[in-house]
């Protein structure tokens, strides 16, 4: 169902005061805007005033949602310092829980391997708000959440190179507004794709976690291997087992308004080692933080994580059993993965790949992002930052900038014909999200390409949209021709493909080309690495430390 369904009655907060706009709720709900015509590119009402000290007056409800967030991962990282000699016990295995991968329609194939024969491995992290424990209840839940549908309010996609030399994160924040696509729950319930654009948390309820890898999958084109789903209830006694996770502010912080507001976080300025619920506070911490955003909470989800593991690698009180079987009980109950890595063994060989990269070599990034409406929160993916970072990704290409080898050579080494004997296809394909296609784009392309020596290129009427250009080929014959028309309009070899559903040469003109005559080149990076834009956090930097709200300091 789109976003101009009947369903919404409810409004969910997210603890912190904001109400989440949900699928299938009418954009007249709550009676606080005018008629808005439903459909492709309509903009969600804005339901939030605007964060401030005293949280714009809004009624005290649902204060302690607590993000769910990547424990599952450390507690991975756990279990691989841990040694073999309890970790076999058959118990654990009983404690985790699994579901599908994917629940969509379309797979991303998995890269090419190395040279070595080795291959990346892409992991989703998946932090969901569902209360349905005493434990997540006791930590803050509410229990009119108890049985709703879960968010996933949380959403890391971590990267593992190739030659497991380097780890790259990026996080999406929970309010980012996505087309979901059509999913399939294992029991045979079918989710439509939306028409509209969703808050990608709301992905989590359409079938469950394998929603959410399929709607990263449509995003990013980036092959997903595996996905861990977390829940809060571990964080606690992991901060605990470790002695605590350092963390940094740059003054005095608490997160608190007038109104009943925000996390509770109270901390002096400098650094401080948080355990317990405290941890729990400072993962959640939106207000108080930079500028009150969902993005400052991100960024202070780095902080920590990089400050667990680095913790988690040097800290002796690791090699105590009784801590270490606690915290391996905790960590099992807290997770659900999917169906491949549903055993302690499995779980054991996957924490070795991840403790092969020396924390200097991980990144964390933010997908950059661009406000989408009057919410500050409500954000679209950044088209050419965002692009850049996920290209990278799915080129395996570090984000600290520090590649290990040269990049292939993807020129193919079939033959090429004439550039004047040459067909090529041409459609219009930049109505994408409810926009307009540009006025006779595939017209100027087809113009600039016969001025280029493609004298048998051509117009297709037929409107394919797509949000990158692409360039497709049925068969290995015609891969050097596809080829040259990339070259001559100055298009990566990246985005030449293969596609059985190609009669011939197809070049879709996307919405990241909507004029001239040579695709415009990407400047989101800087020194060879990730986007500034997409503020990349290096494992080893100890000096990280969170910027404080005004209005927040005591």
């Known amino acids: 169902m789109g976003r101009s369904g009947v369903r919404g009655e409810r409004t969910r907060m997210d603890g912190l005061g904001e109400p989440a ?26 339901r939030t005033p605007r964060a401030g000290r005293h949280g714009g007056g809004r009624p005290k409800r649902r204060r302690h949602r607590i993000l769910r967030w990547t424990a599952g991962v450390l507690a991975v990282l756990v279990v691989g310092t ?99 696509p059509k999913c399939t729950d294992p029991d045979g319930k079918v989710y439509p794709s939306t028409t509209s654009l ?73 650094t401080t080692a948080i355990k317990g619920e405290d941890a729990l506070r400072w993962l959640r911490t939106r207000y108080g933080f930079e500028d009150g955003t969902d993005l400052g909470r991100t960024h202070a989800q780095h902080m920590y994580m990089n400050s667990m593991v680095r913790e988690l690698r040097k800290n002796a009180t690791l090699t105590n059993p009784n801590q270490l079987r606690k915290l391996a ?57 965002a692009d850049q970072l996920f290209t990278m990704v799915r080129d395996d290409e570090p984000l600290d900038g520090k590649a290990s080898k040269k990049k292939p050579d993807l020129t193919s080494k079939d033959p090429t ?8 296809i041409v459609r219009n394909g930049t109505a994408v999200d409810g926009q307009a296609p540009t006025s006779r784009r595939a017209t100027a392309v087809v113009t600039a390409l016969q001025g280029k020596g493609f004298a048998q290129a051509k117009v297709d009427p037929q409107n394919q949209p797509e949000e990158k250009t692409v360039i497709s080929y049925p068969s290995a014959d015609l891969e050097g021709d596809a080829q040259s028309v990339a070259k001559a309009i100055g298009l990566p070899l990246t985005a030449v493909r293969k596609s059985t559903e190609s009669s011939g040469v197809t070049l879709v003109v996307g919405a990241d080309w909507r004029s001239g005559g040579t695709f415009p080149k990407s400047t989101a990076t800087s020194d060879g690495g990730a986007p500034k834009s997409s503020r990349p956090l290096n494992g080893d930097d100890t000096d990280a430390c969170m910027d404080i709200q005004e209005g927040y300091t005591w």
């Open 417 to 424: 014909a004439a550039d004047g004997a040459i067909p090529v």
């Open 329 to 385: 009980e905790q960590a099992t109950k807290s997770l659900m993965v999917d169906e491949d890595i549903a055993s302690v063994t499995k779980l054991y060989d996957l924490a070795k790949q991840l403790q092969k990269v020396p924390t200097k070599r991980i990144t964390m990034t933010t997908m950059p992002t661009v406000q989408w409406s009057q919410n500050i929160n409500r954000v679209v993916p950044k088209p050419d930052d």
């Open 21 to 46: 706009v949900h699928a299938g709720e009418s954009v007249q709900d709550e009676g606080l805007h005018e008629d808005v015509p439903a459909g492709d590119g309509t903009e969600l009402p804005d």
């Open 198 to 270: 969703l808050m990608t948390n709301e992905s989590l309820g359409r079938g469950g976690p394998g929603c959410t890898v399929a709607t990263w999958q449509e995003l990013t084109g980036i092959h997903i291997d595996h996905f861990m789903k977390i829940e809060f209830s571990g964080v606690v006694s992991m901060a605990d087992a470790i002695g605590g996770v350092p963390v940094c502010v740059k003054q005095n912080v608490y997160s608190h308004t007038s109104k009943g507001a925000g996390s509770g976080l109270r901390l002096k300025k400098g």
């Open 82 to 180: 841990a040694g073999a000699g309890y970790l076999y016990y058959r118990h654990l295995n009983g404690n985790i829980k699994k579901d599908k991968l994917n629940l969509g329609e379309s797979n991303v194939a998995k890269p090419t391997p190395n040279e070595a024969g080795q291959t990346p491995l892409n992991i989703l992290l998946i932090g969901s708000d569902s209360r349905n424990t005493k434990e997540n209840l006791k930590l803050g839940g509410h229990k009119q959440s108890v049985g709703a549908p879960p968010l996933a309010d949380v959403q890391m996609l971590l990267h593992v190179s190739a030659d497991r030399s380097n780890m790259s994160v990026i996080s999406m924040p929970r309010d980012t507004m996505l087309k979901i």
